[in-house]
């Protein structure tokens, strides 16, 4: 038995985002996406290979996973033990920690926070372009949770070409990113299907592709220049946009809830009314809202005026991967 090594790594919230895939096996985007690491929610993960196992064991947040639950987490071990040229099984002991109930629960977290204890367990030591590249095996959002502050994530061609980098990992602006909660429950298309089914049926997925690039360079631009209005106006319509692929697909769906519309045009109003706020929204029903923390107070007491104290949780950038052991 080799000793556990543990990783933690945060989520992170895409301000381009990571919609659609050219290669469903090795997880190749058909976009590149730009993110931002989050502080507040974060995955802790142990990982020891271990001789005497005959299968691999998930305990997730103190329970222990059926095989059927943790099959996405074997398929994954199984490209690190190819990887590293090893047959052992592993014991993976997992925590999320989120401040409030579920709801907020990361893949890109999960699977960064996998990839690093796991690599490092199985004997590798991975750079940490090679360690998102891992990562992105697992969940390609999980590919920009290596880095911290603002990362993008180059769609590349292949595995080799297909891989994160830091863009500005210590964020030396005061950017804040509230999460508001809206429902716990669980989301009802995945998004590796509702990507899939934008892929192949949505009319503007062409458009999708071309005007998310444009974005990427939008962003881009105004993060060396901290130009918080464009880079919130900006991640905002690209979130849009993502949505309108699941309006256009068929059969077509939405992520949007009535209390998601009604958050919109809470933001609308404050914007209007001068505050500086912006949202983004992924394969749920939950907004994030941009703001710079000079004006994050004002915002927090709005949406918790409407949908209660419990609904808002303020994140600030936060840190790339740490592994110890
Ligand atoms: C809307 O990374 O969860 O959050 O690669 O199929 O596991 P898979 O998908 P996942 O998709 C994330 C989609 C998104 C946008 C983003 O994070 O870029």
Redesign the pocket.
């Known amino acids: 038995t080799n000793h556990p090594i543990t990783a933690k790594a945060h989520t ?3 301000l ?4 659609g ?1 050219k290669d ?1 096996q090795l ?1 190749i ?1 058909q976009n590149s ?1 730009l ?1 931002l690491t989050l502080d507040e929610f974060y995955t802790e993960t142990s990982v020891a290979f271990d001789d005497t196992l005959t299968t691999d064991t998930v305990q997730f947040d103190d329970h222990l996973l059926s095989a059927q639950a943790s099959q996405k987490i074997t398929t994954f071990l199984d490209v690190v033990r190819e990887l590293a040229g090893i047959t052992t099984r592993a014991n993976v002991i997992t925590h999320n920690h989120v401040p409030t109930a579920a709801g907020l629960a ?3 977290s999960g ?1 960064a926070a996998l990839a690093g204890a796991a690599s490092r367990a199985a004997g590798l030591t991975l750079n940490r372009r090679d360690l998102s590249r891992l990562a ?1 095996r ?7 949770s290596i880095y911290g502050g603002f990362a993008a ?1 180059q769609m590349g061609e292949d595995d080799q070409t297909s891989y994160a980098y830091p863009i500005a990992e210590q964020v030396d602006w005061d950017i804040v990113a509230i999460a508001l909660v809206l429902t716990t429950a669980q989301k009802k298309v ?3 299907d ?2 899939r089914l934008a892929v192949n049926t949505s009319p503007f997925y062409p458009t999708w592709v071309q005007s998310s690039q444009a974005d990427f360079k939008t962003i881009e631009t105004a993060i060396a220049s901290r130009d918080f209005e464009t880079l919130g106006h900006t991640s905002e319509q690209n ?1 849009m946009r ?1 949505h309108a692929l699941t309006l256009s697909s068929d059969p077509s769906f939405s992520y949007f809830n009535a209390d998601s519309l009604k958050a919109m045009a809470l933001i609308r109003e404050l914007r209007a009314a001068g505050t500086a706020c912006y949202f983004t ?3 749920g029903p939950n907004i994030k809202i941009l703001c710079q923390g000079q004006d994050a107070p004002t915002v927090m007491s709005q949406f918790q005026q409407v949908f209660g104290p419990e609904s808002v949780v303020l994140t600030r950038p936060g840190n790339g991967i740490q592994i110890s052991d």
């Open positions: 992170n919230i895409a381009v985002k990571y919609w895939k469903e997880i985007p996406s993110s990361s893949s890109a699977f992105r697992g969940s390609g959002s999980a590919t920009r994530w995945s998004s590796r509702g990507m979130a993502m929204m992924d394969a």
